[in-house]
Every structure is written in structure tokens, then in C-alpha cells.
């Protein structure tokens, strides 16, 4: 029997031990309780019920009377009681003032406003003499003695003098409810187990079933976990890793990519424009004459070009990137291994709007392959491995595609075990017009990919918004990322 | 990329066979189209040849399918009678809009179908091909009503008055261009001219004012007109014949018969293309290559008969003498401009599905940036801190990044067409994306720890691309009793981890407290402290917030 009561005050928690302790046999309020024993009150509350529950103390419920704050009694607390307004506008208004301008100026509502007037003519703070309302000077003689002060005192619990509240009352600020008064003693055991922790230091026992607190770890946000292990994977499939740029020429996003300047995908709806600063530098001379023959008339590559009068101008624009191939462009310009794999998961503007499915920024995966004897067939097997190894995809199909920087363009459709059939990727082989007149011999695949659908499944969500999310829940919540 | 919307019977005709959806979307892939929605009769097709406008109707899509099926073969010979009809251009339009092209098709039976692929056909190589009319502008007319010779000219505003389509009364061009729908949407591109363009025969009856509206009398084809006129206006002879050619195979796949216009030009020099010509012209094109390229760029093993036939079937008349291979085509294929396009084609030909995937044995190592590597780095340090990591957009407004931080006067990278001022310019900092972030938080639980891993930008006109983009870190820690050394502690431990310098001295920034400094972490810059309690107040956050940031 003893060793059983042992148990249980080896369970007891350190706020019901604090709270035994300042029990007594007496009934007493928790507030009292409260200040003997140093716990909050709140806390008092639950271990009081924990401690009835357990038979240590004993609890009695009563049913009493206590006045409370109406609605109206809430505002005139936090506001100003209407007959203070209006004292005070008075003195604002330099002790003297029409009824009307008054009544406007005290922003109460005419019924407040009356009884406000009615008050402090009884208390003969102010007098009404030719139709002016004026201040008599005794509110200023007086001490500041205003209600507000009995609402404050009732709203905390304190005791009030009768007549004050009864007054209230009638003005409708106050109202008696009938609430549940609890006290609390302790138990014959409440005893026993008060003198077993007083004789020893009894350490805790947990009860290892319980539910306990969940803590935040702190970790990387799931779209950050997601895009890193893409770049593993790329990784291991021998890419390298390119440079990124936020901001860019139209050389790089359009010119060198073989995109003619009347191209429609140069207009403003289609892309961002930048209106400071406006213009950037294009590379060397060099470079720059043999993207332009490349477009006038083909350059060193066979081709007939586009025919038309490039202008250096409209390529110095500066906007930012629109795609990620524009870093393709640039590694293309600064040179390339021979045979070597390029990457970059490249941060995308377009003019979007924010929706649902769509981003206002995105990232692209986006690469080629260099050497001397790729051709077609390596593009589709290329692009096969992606859609197995990135998305692991069951079956993959391969359609005509239009790029202007690529021949043949494909587009790769994969089919993802639980998203069915989805566009995967946009591909094909650097066009010659670009290689030959930059002096890279040999051929180029290249891909692009929006991942954003991939990262959706993988995150488990609906809402592609959720990718750069500011729901601070979500994060702490979010499960790790495995590709 | 052009939208087609066709009558999928219309086009069963037209081919002579009918198409489950599936076989549908499988003979679509020939002209690079998609289905975006087939209901009833009506089928919708995104079609990727942007640069190809005799595809972008029923019949242009009709005549591509019957050759990639076999059903004919090379490139379709058109016949083209001489009409009476003259075209006389007035050199005054020159600088403004230069060339005009003219055909006429008689015996035409208008049907609703023809009509409205006609309307779409015009319509979609003059926005798309003609880039939105500038590069090019169709009409069409009743040729019934017009009285040969037809003369292209420049005229003042007080010279000419006309009533232009779906309008009662005559006006000047000036009045059309301000109050005729049509003259509001593509006005911009007769703004500044010293003359506009017309199109009036010898009655003295306009015609047109191109690339901006018809007129009413000559300019409305109906289902009664049996007789065509046709021309297109633009500034490079490829284009508009081009154009021209497009219209008029169309027509004749209807059953017209196509009549040709004598163009006479101002003068033989450029842009026009001679002195006069007769147009349409359907001239044709030669490309000859080396036979080797094309197992070299494709991994297939094809034999001379094999490419002739796939070629023949992409409506190319083929001929392999030696190791050459010379394709002929017609010249508005004037997408084709090297070997590869042509390599393309050959492949549509053969089906991509039926190419063999073949994996790349190449022996390269693959790498990533030593720039992510330490960002990643760093991250580890500040989530083994507690930290949550957020990512914020670059995009954001002048009121997060100035405003609201007490810096109503910094510069910033801005965008000239925003689609939301939320988004109109480029973050210099991320402090102020990480207090927006705070102030959506305000009712999560409290302590909140949270930072970021991101790129800013700042003006430098010294750059090639004229700003500086940098890597930044900022960690912002709120709760109530937050204050500087709980910060410093961050910092400090997160440098002694990461094996970085780190120096902080007292500084006074416009929206950090007393107790603020600037930090120099290996050398860059950044800052530390309490932040000012109007831009608490600025983000509308009710609990202290103290931060760091600096470049990493």
C-alpha cells in the first residue's frame, strides 16, 4: 500500500510537488496558492486538477455570483468612459462650446453623448447657459476620481464598493454571471505523500507513454535539400558546373543562342526588361563580328542566316536571364573542354503572374554535351538517362521540338510511375551557326529542363507557390527532402 | 508559336481518311503540333513551326501530312496563269513601307470552313511570321469590284479619305488611326510617316490602307465572292513573297486557280527585288551537302534510297550524285538555312521513336561550383545553430527593400516592365526579405530563428553586365527578450565553425539601434545589431528583432 503511494509520488511533476507543498487543510483560492507557492497561475489550475485527480488534494466547486464587463464596459475601459471624452474635448475646446460642435468633436454617438452631458451636470462639472455648454472648473478641483478605474478593478477580480458597481451596472457596463468559484485543500494522502518528499529527495519517474513537446530542428528549406541533390546527381553523371548570372546582355540570352532580333520572344511580354541600369558590354570584338555574320549570313557555317542587319545595340540590353541556356551561351563564348559535360541550375525571370502554377522566378536545369562524335542518337539516349536517373521514369517518348538554337530540337515526354506522362525537357544539337562561328569543333547536345513539377511531387505539394514559402508552419513541419 | 484551330472533318477531307485521336496525335508530330483540345469537330493545335507559315492551316497542313504519308511525294507543283492586272509603286513609300506583292485567284468556291481558315491564316502570319504586322500585312478583296491597274502609293492626311471596314462613314488616315480599333492596335507602326500607305486602283478606289485596315467597299469577302485579290505589304522581298505564296497554295488546294499580277517597281536596287516582276513567282531553292553528314549528325545507317525517300516524303525533290546529295525545295522554306535543317526534316521523316537511344561513353568528371560547395557549407553551420532556412524571391518592391528600412533613397536594379509593383526591382539585401518573411510569422510560435542563403545585386557600373551580384547570408533571431549578444553569439560561433575572420565595430546604420555594428567577415563587409524600433514597427512585427548579414 505504501509502496504503491511511493509510486505515485515518484511520478509527481515538479509544479505539483510545489503545489503540494503549499496546500493545507484549509480550503484556500488558487490565487493564494499562487503567491505561497511561486507558480503561475495557470499552472496552479492544471496541477490542482492533476493533484485531485490523483487523490492528493481535494477540490470543492461553487457556483457564486461575479460582476463582469459587458461589450460596452470592454470599450469604455480601453477608451475612455464617454463622460471623460467629453470633459475632455470641452477643455480641448477651450472650456466652452455649442451642443452640436460638441457632439461632433467628442465623436459620441448622440446616446452617449446625452448621458455623458446628464452625468457631468449632476456631478456640476460642467453648466448649460444660453444653449453653450461650459466647464464650471470643479472636475479640475476635484481629484481625478473616474470610473475607469472601478472597471479596470473589476475586470482583474478585485472587490468594488457596492453603490459604484450598482451604478455601472445600470448603465449597462457591468452584469452579474454566475462563474465557478474553485478551492483547494489537501487530502489524508496529500499528507502522507507531503511527508514522504519532505523526509527524502524522491527523484521523478516519467510516465514514458505521455506526449511530450515537439522541438524545431533547425534545416535547410525542403527546395534547397531538393535542388542539392539534383546537383549530386548531375554530378555523378560527370557535369560540370557553370556560372550563373542573374542579370545579362540579350547577347547572351538571345544573340549568341542564334535568336534573331525581330525574334517574337524578344518582345516585352515575353521577357523582362531592365530600366536601370539599361545597357552592359559585350565581349570582344572578335566574338562579336562572328555572332553577327552568324546572323547576317551564316558566318563560317554554310548557312544562309537570317538575312538581316544585326544591330550591337539591341544586344547590349541588359534584362534578367530568362532561361538557363544564357549561361550555355556564355561558356560557349568563354570556351569549352573538348569533349566535356556543362550544368547550372540557373535562377529564370518571365513576366508571370503569381499563382498557384505559376512563379514569377523559377530554376532551370539546364546543360549540353561537348565532343567530336555525338550526333542524334546520343541526344535521345542523353536524354533517356536523365529521365530514369532524375525523375525515375518508366518509359520515355521523344517528339519534334522548335528551339532557334537547335537542329534537330526534341521534346521529351517521361512517364513518371505516380504523375503519368509529363513534358520533361527541351533538347536538341547547338545549332552549327553558333558552334562554327565561335571555333568549337565538334558537336554539342544540348537540354533544359524545368524542374519545378519534379520538386512539387518530391516536396509533396500542390501549391507551387509552397517552393519559396513564407508559411514559417510549413517549414518547421516539412519533412526532409530524398530524391 | 502559332494556335490553329481547324474542323477535324474538314480536314478527314481533305486527307481522304479518318483519325482516331491517338492516330491523331501521333501524324500531328509531322508538323510539330500538339493537340490541345479536340471537342466535337473542333480541334485545336499548338503548332512548333514558328518559322514554316504555309502549316498554319487546314489545307498547309493537309498538303505537309500527304507526302509524311506517303500518299504523295516531293514538292507540289502549282500552276500559275498570267492576269491582265498591273501593280504600280510609288517610290514615296520607300523609307515607309516599301514593298507590295499581288496575286489573283478566280474560280473560288467560298465556304464557311475556307473562310474561316483564310481569316486564320491571315491572321496568324501576320502576327506571328509578319511579327505582329510590322513585318508584313495581308489583304484580300473581292477582285470583282476592283478596276485594274492598282497603284501602291503614299499619301498626305488632307489627300485621301476612305470608309474603312465595319465603319459607315468615310475618314481621314489620321481618324483611323485614333479611333478605328484597328487603327489603335497597329497605328504605332505608321507613327511618325510622312505619308501612309494606300492601296487604290484606277477608279480611284482605296482599297486598303496597309498594314492597318481595309476598306469597306472593296475589302469584305464573303461567301458570294467567286474572285480574289490579294496582296501583302512589308520591307524584305523573302518575306512578303513568302506570305504571298502561303495565301495563294491554300486557295488553289480549294480549288482556285492562281493568276499572277505584274509588280512594277520603282527601281531594281534594294529593297526591291527587279525592275518589275511577276508575282507570285513559286520559285524554288537548291542545297547540296556532302550524303556523309547526314549518317554523321543522325547515328542512323541510311542508304541513298532510304534518304531519298525519307527526303521526298518532307516534300524535298531529291537527287545523290557521288557523295553529294542536292535538295531542291520550294523558296518560302525559308526556314531552311544549313544542312541541318534539312538533316531535321529527313528525321521527322523517319519518326524520332524510331531511333535508337544510344548511351555516351565519355570519361569526364563532373563538378560543382566551389562557390555552392561553401554556401552549403555554411548552411550545415547555421542549421546545426537551430536555424531555419527560408528562400525568398529576388524579385520584391522599392517598399520592402527602402521604405520600410528607412532608405527611401537607394538605387536599385529595376525592372522597366514589371507586372506588379511587388515586384519591380532586384533585392540588394536580404535583411528586408527576412523581416517581410517575420512579418507573415506573427502567429507562429516564438522564438522564430530563421536565414538565408541568397544572391543580391547592387548597381556597379564598372561590371560588364553593370552590377555587382553577390552571395549573401542573413540570420534574423525575434522573440521577446531577443537582444545583441544572442546575435553576436550567432555569429561568432557560425565564424569559428567555418574558420572565418570575423571583426565587429561599432557603426550606426539607418535601421539598426544603438547597439549596432559593422562586421567584417574575411574581408567583406556586412552588419550586425538590434533593429530600429520604427522598423519593427515598419514591418508591423510586435517583438524585438535582432540580425546579421553580411557577403559571404
Known amino acids: 500500500m505504501l509502496d504503491l503511494l511511493n509510486d505515485k509520488v515518484k511520478e509527481l511533476s515538479d509544479i505539483e510537488r510545489k503545489v503540494l507543498s503549499s496546500l493545507s487543510s484549509e480550503f484556500a483560492d488558487f490565487e493564494d496558492i499562487s503567491i505561497s507557492s511561486g507558480v503561475p497561475l495557470d499552472s496552479v489550475r492544471r496541477a490542482s486538477a492533476w493533484l485531485s485527480q490523483k487523490g492528493f488534494a481535494v477540490v470543492s466547486e461553487k457556483e457564486v455570483e461575479r460582476y463582469c464587463l459587458t461589450s460596452d464596459g470592454e470599450k469604455a475601459l480601453s477608451k475612455g468612459m464617454p463622460e471623460n471624452v467629453l470633459l475632455e474635448t470641452l477643455t480641448q475646446m477651450g472650456g466652452k462650446a455649442s451642443f452640436i460642435e460638441l457632439e461632433k468633436e467628442s465623436q459620441l454617438s448622440k446616446q452617449e453623448f446625452m448621458a455623458a452631458l446628464g452625468i457631468n451636470k449632476r456631478k456640476a462639472f460642467v453648466i448649460i447657459s444660453q444653449g453653450m455648454i461650459e466647464e464650471t472648473g470643479v472636475a479640475k478641483a476635484q481629484e481625478n476620481f473616474s470610473e475607469q478605474n472601478f472597471l479596470r478593478d473589476i475586470a482583474d477580480g478585485k472587490k468594488v464598493s457596492t453603490e459604484f458597481v450598482i ?179 540557373a535562377r529564370c525571370f518571365r513576366p508571370d503572374v503569381l499563382d498557384a502554377t505559376h512563379l514569377i522566378e523559377f530554376n532551370q536545369m539546364e546543360g549540353f554535351i561537348v565532343g567530336k562524335d555525338l550526333n542524334f542518337k546520343h541526344l535521345l539516349g542523353m536524354l533517356k538517362d536523365f529521365a530514369i536517373e532524375v525523375a525515375g521514369a518508366e518509359k520515355v517518348k521523344f517528339f519534334p521540338d522548335y528551339y532557334p538554337f537547335t537542329e534537330p530540337s526534341v521534346q521529351l515526354s517521361a512517364k513518371h510511375p505516380e504523375l503519368g506522362w509529363m513534358e520533361f525537357a527541351g533538347a536538341g544539337m547547338f545549332r552549327p551557326e553558333m558552334l562554327d562561328n565561335l571555333g568549337i569543333k565538334g558537336e554539342a547536345i544540348a537540354w533544359g529542363m524545368g524542374i519545378d513539377r519534379l520538386a512539387m511531387f518530391k516536396l509533396g505539394i500542390k501549391d507551387i507557390r509552397y517552393l519559396f514559402s513564407d508559411d514559417l508552419n510549413y517549414l518547421r513541419n516539412a519533412k526532409g527532402v530524398l530524391l | 508559336m502559332p494556335n490553329l484551330e481547324v474542323s477535324k472533318k474538314d480536314l478527314e477531307g481533305m486527307l481522304a481518311q479518318k483519325f482516331s485521336k491517338e492516330k491523331l496525335e501521333e501524324t500531328l508530330e509531322y508538323i510539330k503540333g500538339e493537340i490541345d483540345s479536340l471537342e466535337g469537330d473542333s480541334l485545336k493545335i499548338d503548332c512548333k513551326e514558328t518559322n514554316r507559315p504555309d502549316l498554319w492551316c487546314t489545307e498547309g497542313i493537309a498538303r505537309e501530312l500527304k507526302a509524311r504519308m506517303g500518299k504523295e511525294k516531293g514538292i507540289k507543283e502549282y500552276k500559275v496563269r498570267k492576269s491582265d492586272v498591273s501593280v504600280f509603286i510609288n517610290s514615296n513609300l520607300e523609307k515607309i513601307r516599301p514593298l507590295i506583292v499581288c496575286a489573283v485567284v478566280k474560280d473560288i468556291k467560298i465556304t464557311e470552313d475556307l473562310l474561316l481558315q483564310m481569316i486564320q491564316l491571315q491572321e496568324k502570319v501576320g502576327e506571328n511570321y509578319g511579327r505582329k504586322r510590322k513585318e508584313l500585312g495581308i489583304g484580300l478583296y473581292d477582285f470583282d469590284i476592283i478596276q485594274p491597274p492598282v497603284y501602291y502609293k503614299g499619301f498626305k492626311d488632307d489627300e485621301i479619305e476612305f470608309v474603312p471596314l465595319e465603319w459607315k462613314v468615310p475618314m481621314r488616315p489620321s481618324e483611323i488611326l485614333s479611333q478605328h480599333e484597328k487603327g489603335k492596335a497597329y497605328g504605332h507602326l505608321l507613327e511618325g510617316a510622312e505619308f501612309y500607305p494606300i492601296v487604290i486602283d484606277a477608279n480611284r478606289t482605296v482599297a486598303s490602307m496597309p498594314p492597318i485596315i481595309n476598306s469597306n467597299t472593296t475589302g469584305k469577302v464573303t461567301e458570294k465572292t467567286k474572285n480574289l485579290f490579294i496582296e501583302v505589304t512589308g520591307f524584305k522581298w523573302e518575306t512578303v513573297e513568302t506570305a504571298l505564296e502561303v495565301i495563294c497554295m491554300a486557295l488553289a488546294d480549294r480549288g482556285g486557280k492562281i493568276f499572277s499580277c505584274r509588280v512594277v517597281f520603282p527601281s531594281d536596287k534594294k529593297p526591291y527585288p527587279a525592275k518589275q516582276l511577276l508575282t507570285p513567282v513559286f520559285s524554288t531553292e537548291k542545297m547540296s551537302f556532302d550524303k556523309e553528314i547526314i549518317n554523321q549528325k543522325t547515328g542512323l545507317e541510311l542508304k541513298d534510297k532510304e534518304i531519298i525517300d525519307l527526303l521526298e516524303k518532307a516534300r524535298y525533290n531529291v537527287s545523290v550524285k557521288g557523295k553529294k546529295i542536292n535538295v531542291e525545295y520550294p523558296s518560302y522554306r525559308t526556314d531552311l538555312m544549313h544542312p541541318v535543317d534539312v538533316i531535321e526534316d529527313l528525321l521527322i521523316s523517319y519518326g524520332f521513336n524510331n531511333v535508337v537511344p544510344q548511351k555516351i561513353e565519355m570519361n569526364v568528371l563532373g563538378s560543382q561550383l566551389e562557390e555552392v560547395v561553401f554556401n552549403d557549407f555554411v548552411r550545415e553551420g547555421c542549421t546545426g545553430l537551430g536555424l531555419q532556412e527560408i528562400m525568398s524571391y529576388n524579385l520584391t518592391s522599392r517598399q520592402i527593400q527602402g521604405v520600410n528600412m528607412g532608405l527611401e533613397n537607394e538605387s536599385f536594379i529595376e525592372i522597366a516592365n514589371p507586372v506588379s509593383l511587388n515586384y519591380e526591382i532586384l533585392r540588394k539585401n536580404l535583411s528586408p526579405q527576412l523581416l517581410d518573411f517575420l512579418s507573415k510569422n506573427k502567429d507562429k510560435e516564438f522564438p522564430q530563428r530563421i536565414f538565408e542563403i541568397g544572391t543580391c545585386l547592387s548597381l556597379d557600373a564598372k561590371a560588364e553586365n553593370g552590377v555587382k551580384q553577390s552571395t549573401n547570408l542573413c540570420v534574423v533571431l525575434t522573440h521577446s527578450n531577443v537582444n545583441f549578444t544572442e546575435i553576436k553569439s550567432v555569429l561568432v560561433s557560425l565564424c569559428k565553425y567555418l574558420g572565418l575572420s570575423c571583426e565587429v565595430k561599432k557603426k550606426l546604420f539607418p535601421f539598426l539601434g544603438e547597439n549596432s555594428a559593422e562586421i567584417i567577415v574575411n574581408g567583406k563587409k556586412g552588419f550586425i545589431g538590434e533593429l530600429k524600433q520604427e522598423v519593427v514597427s515598419s514591418f508591423g512585427l510586435r517583438k524585438p528583432v535582432v540580425l546579421f548579414e553580411f557577403e559571404l
Open chain 1, 167 to 345: 451604478d455601472l451596472q445600470k448603465r449597462g457596463l457591468v452584469e452579474k454571471k454566475r462563474v465557478v468559484d474553485r478551492t483547494i485543500k489537501i487530502s489524508p494522502n496529500g499528507e502522507k505523500a507531503k511527508e514522504i518528499l519532505s523526509s527524502s529527495n524522491v527523484s521523478r519517474v516519467f510516465n514514458i507513454e505521455a506526449p511530450v513537446p515537439e522541438l524545431f530542428l533547425g534545416k535547410k528549406a525542403p527546395y534547397i535539400q531538393f535542388l542539392q541533390q539534383i546537383r549530386a546527381k548531375l554530378v555523378s553523371l560527370g557535369f560540370t558546373e557553370m556560372e550563373t548570372k542573374l542579370i545579362v546582355t540579350e547577347f547572351y540570352n538571345f544573340d549568341v543562342l542564334y535568336q534573331p532580333q525581330n525574334h517574337p520572344a524578344r518582345t516585352w511580354t515575353d521577357t523582362y526588361q531592365l530600366k536601370n541600369p539599361k545597357t552592359g558590354l559585350l565581349p570582344d570584338k572578335r566574338i562579336v563580328d562572328a555572332i553577327k555574320s552568324a546572323h547576317e549570313d551564316g558566318g563560317k557555317s554554310g548557312s544562309k542566316g537570317w538575312r538581316y542587319d544585326w544591330s550591337a545595340g539591341v544586344a547590349s540590353r541588359l534584362m534578367p536571364s530568362a532561361h538557363g541556356t544564357a549561361h550555355s551561351a556564355r561558356q560557349l563564348v568563354k570556351g569549352v573542354g573538348m569533349p566535356k559535360k556543362y550544368f547550372a541550375i
